[in-house]
C-alpha cells in the first residue's frame, strides 16, 4: 500500500524526500470544494514544515489503509442536515461500522466546514472527530468548526495545526523545483468585476418560474474555468429593502457603523456587507428575549426545528422587526445579530472551449409572496434587477474536479438535469462538440410544462438533429393528469439506461436535492436491480462502485 501512495502522491514532486521525511495524510470530505482547496492549502503548508503531504479525497482510500497512518488531517464539509458529503460517504460508512479497524498509531486533527443555519452544524467534522478518537487515535489537536465564513478560523487552525504534525519529525530541504501553473489574481478574497452582457429570461412570459440565461465577460481577468465548475456571485442587497429595514429600526440610515474596521452609513453597510434576508439565529434568539414572545420562545425552546421552520417560513428579517415593534436595536446592535453577506455559488452552463471569454449561467429568480408582503431571492434578484451596464459583478470560481466531463472522449454520458439542473449538461455539451468526442449523449430533462418551461429547447433540438445528443427523454410533470418525473423515463428507458452503464457510461445528476436527486438515486438503484438481475446488496455495491470510479456524481443544491 506504501508503494501505491506513493505514486499517487500529490505535490510532493520535485521535493527531495529522505527516507526520514514524515508523511501527512490530509482527506478531504468536499462537496463544492471548499475542503479540497484548503487541502491543497494545507499541504503547501506541510512541505514548508519540511512534511511530505499526501492529499486525497475521502473516497480516494480504504479503511485498512487508515490503520497504517501515523498523522492525518482531516477537512471535510457537512451536506445538508448533517450528512456526509458525497466523496465521504463510502469511508464514512466503513469507519462507523462494526468492522473497522483500530487506529492506535494515528494522531489526528480535523477541520469541518459548515454554515450555522443548519441545525446539525459541521456534524460530519463532528462525527470524524468523535470516531477517530472512539477507535483508538490520538486527537493532536482541537476541532475547529469553522461557519459560512471559513477563511480566517481554517488559516488559523492550519497555522497551528501543522507545526505540531511537524513536530519531532526529521525536517528536510524541500526544493520545489515543480513550476505553478499561472494563476489570475482575483479569487474568493479578491473578485473580479465582471460586467453582465446577456440578461435574457427563458422561461415564457406566463410561465410559473422566471428562468434566466446570462452571460458575464471574463475578458481580461486571467481567469478560466472548466464545464462542471460553480461560479460565485457576490450580491448586494435590494435598496428598496434596506430603505424598510432602515426604517423599521427607527434610524436614518446614514448612522455610520465600523464594519471590518471602516466607517460606512448603516444604509450601505445593509446594502452591501450583511445578510439582511433570512433571519440569523442570533437575530431570533434576541427577539425572542427581548419581546418575551410567548409563541417563539416555546419554539425555540422545544428544539423542534421543523416547527421552528415552519414558523419562519417566508418570513425575513423585516417581517420579524415589523412583527415585534416593540422591540428596539441600535444601529449597532443590530449589525452585530447579521451574519456577512455570503456569495452564492451557480453552476456554469458554458463551455470555456466554446466561449472562452465569458461565462454562462441559467439561474431561476426567487420571487414569492407571504405573509402580506412580496420577496425577493437575494442574489437571483441581483442579477435579474440591479445589475446594469454601470455595475460591476464581482465573480470568482469554485473548481469542482469530480463534476467533469469524462477525459476518455469514447465512453457515454447520461446526465439527469431536470429545471435550472440543466446548467452544467449545457456545457457539458457544449465541451464534448468543441472536443468532436464520439461518446453517447443521453439528457433526461424536464419541469412543469413543455410550452412555458422548455429551456433551451432550439439549442437541445439542435443538438439532437445533429447527433451530438444520442438520446433526449423528456419529463414534464403538469402536461397531464398524473405527475411524471425524469425517474419515471428513466425507469421507462432501464433496459437501454443499465446497457450505458455497462459500456462504462458515466451518470451525472444536477439539480434539487431533497427530493428529485434522492429518487433518481432510488431509480437508478432500481434499474440496476431489476435489468443487471441483481439482489438489492448487490445493486448497491454495483452504485458504490460507480461512485467510487467517479461515474456517479452529483451536482445537488
Ligand atoms: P412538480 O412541481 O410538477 O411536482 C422542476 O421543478 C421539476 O421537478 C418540476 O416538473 C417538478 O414537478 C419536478 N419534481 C418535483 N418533485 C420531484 C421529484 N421528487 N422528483 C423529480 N422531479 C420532481
Same mark, same amino acid.
Given at each position: 500500500?506504501?508503494?501505491g ?5 500529490? #505535490? ?11 508523511? @501527512?495524510?490530509? @482527506? ?26 499526501i ?11 487508515l490503520?497504517?497512518?501515523? &498523522? ?9 442536515e ?6 465521504? +460517504? ?9 468492522s473497522?479497524p483500530?487506529?492506535?498509531?494515528? !494522531? ?9 443555519s ?14 477517530l478518537?472512539?477507535? %483508538?487515535?490520538? /486527537? ?38 515543480e ?19 446577456v440578461?435574457?429570461?427563458?422561461t ?10 446570462? +452571460? ?13 465548475d ?6 448586494? *442587497?435590494?435598496? @428598496? ?7 423599521a429600526?427607527?434610524?436614518?440610515? =446614514? ?17 452591501? #456587507?450583511f445578510?439582511?434576508?433570512?433571519p ?11 419581546s418575551?414572545?410567548?409563541?417563539? *420562545? ?7 426545528k421543523?416547527?421552528? =421552520? ?16 416593540g ?33 454562462h ?5 426567487? /420571487? ?9 431571492g ?7 434587477d ?10 470568482f ?5 469530480n ?15 431536470? %429545471? ?14 468543441a472536443?468532436?468526442?464520439? %461518446? ?8 412543469? !410544462? ?7 429547447? *432550439?439549442?437541445?433540438e439542435?443538438?439532437?438533429? *445533429? %447527433?451530438?445528443?444520442t438520446?433526449?427523454?423528456? =419529463? ?10 425524469v ?25 434539487d436535492? &431533497? ?43
Amino acid at each position: 500500500f506504501f508503494a501505491g501512495m506513493h505514486s499517487h502522491m500529490l #505535490h510532493s514532486a520535485g521535493s527531495v524526500n529522505s527516507a526520514n521525511a514524515r508523511n @501527512l495524510h490530509i @482527506l478531504f470530505g468536499s462537496q463544492t470544494g471548499n475542503s479540497e482547496s484548503l487541502a491543497h492549502d494545507a499541504a503547501a503548508r506541510a512541505k514548508s514544515h519540511g512534511l511530505v503531504p499526501i492529499v486525497k479525497g475521502m473516497d480516494e482510500i480504504e479503511i485498512g489503509q487508515l490503520a497504517n497512518i501515523e &498523522y492525518l488531517l482531516i477537512i471535510t464539509s457537512t451536506y445538508g442536515e448533517g450528512a456526509m458529503p458525497d466523496n465521504a +460517504e463510502m469511508l464514512w460508512e466503513a469507519a462507523s461500522g462494526d468492522s473497522a479497524p483500530r487506529l492506535e498509531k494515528l !494522531n489526528y486533527a480535523v477541520l469541518a466546514l459548515g454554515d450555522t443555519s443548519y441545525d446539525l452544524f459541521c456534524q460530519a467534522g463532528k462525527d470524524w472527530d468523535e470516531r477517530l478518537q472512539a477507535l %483508538g487515535a490520538n /486527537r493532536l489537536f482541537e476541532r475547529v468548526d469553522c461557519d459560512v465564513d471559513f477563511e480566517a478560523p481554517a488559516e488559523q487552525w492550519l497555522s497551528e495545526v501543522i507545526p505540531l504534525m511537524a513536530d519531532g519529525a526529521e525536517t528536510v530541504a524541500v526544493v520545489d523545483t515543480e513550476a505553478q501553473p499561472s494563476k489570475s489574481q482575483y479569487n474568493r478574497k479578491n473578485p473580479f468585476p465582471a460586467k453582465l452582457l446577456v440578461n435574457r429570461l427563458l422561461t415564457a412570459g406566463d410561465s410559473s418560474k422566471e428562468t434566466r440565461h446570462y +452571460e458575464i465577460s471574463i475578458a481580461g481577468s486571467g481567469l478560466n474555468y472548466e464545464a462542471g465548475d460553480a461560479m460565485c456571485v457576490v450580491p448586494t *442587497n435590494c435598496p @428598496l429593502l434596506v430603505a424598510d429595514l432602515v426604517k423599521a429600526l427607527g434610524c436614518s440610515g =446614514a448612522e455610520e457603523e465600523p464594519v471590518n474596521s471602516e466607517l460606512m452609513t448603516l444604509s450601505e453597510a445593509l446594502r452591501t #456587507h450583511f445578510e439582511i434576508k433570512t433571519p440569523s439565529k442570533e437575530l431570533i434568539e434576541e427577539i425572542a428575549k427581548r419581546s418575551g414572545d410567548q409563541e417563539l *420562545n416555546a419554539l425555540l425552546q422545544a428544539g423542534d426545528k421543523d416547527k421552528l =421552520a415552519d414558523y419562519l417560513w417566508g418570513r425575513d428579517t423585516l417581517d420579524l422587526l415589523m412583527q415585534f415593534p416593540g422591540v428596539e436595536f441600535s444601529a449597532a446592535e443590530f449589525l452585530r445579530l447579521l451574519k456577512p453577506l455570503q456569495h452564492r455559488a451557480y453552476s456554469i452552463s458554458s463551455s470555456s472551449k466554446q466561449h472562452p471569454d465569458a461565462v454562462h449561467l441559467t439561474v431561476a429568480s426567487v /420571487r414569492y409572496d407571504a405573509h402580506g408582503r412580496h420577496h425577493k431571492g437575494v442574489c437571483s434578484t441581483y442579477l435579474a434587477d440591479l445589475v446594469d451596464e454601470t455595475t460591476d459583478v464581482r465573480i470568482f470560481f469554485t473548481p469542482n474536479n469530480n463534476f467533469r466531463v469524462p477525459s476518455d472522449d469514447n465512453l457515454p454520458m447520461i446526465m439527469v438535469g431536470p %429545471g435550472t439542473g440543466i446548467a452544467p449538461f449545457r456545457a457539458f455539451l457544449q465541451e464534448r462538440q468543441a472536443r468532436k468526442a464520439s %461518446g453517447k449523449n443521453w439528457l433526461f430533462f424536464g419541469d412543469r !410544462n413543455a410550452a412555458t418551461d422548455f429551456i433551451y429547447r *432550439n439549442e437541445i433540438e439542435a443538438m439532437q438533429s *445533429n %447527433g451530438l445528443l444520442t438520446k433526449l427523454d423528456l =419529463a414534464f410533470s403538469r402536461d397531464q393528469a398524473e405527475k411524471i418525473y425524469v425517474q419515471d423515463r428513466m425507469k421507462e428507458h432501464g433496459a437501454e439506461l443499465f446497457a450505458w452503464l455497462e459500456q462504462g457510461g458515466y451518470f451525472f445528476v444536477c439539480g434539487d436535492a &431533497y427530493r428529485m436527486a434522492k429518487d433518481v438515486d432510488q431509480a437508478l438503484h432500481d434499474v440496476i436491480r431489476e435489468h443487471g438481475k441483481m439482489t438489492l446488496v448487490e445493486a448497491v455495491e454495483y452504485v458504490n462502485q460507480l461512485k467510487k470510479d467517479k461515474r456517479y456524481v452529483r451536482d445537488v443544491y
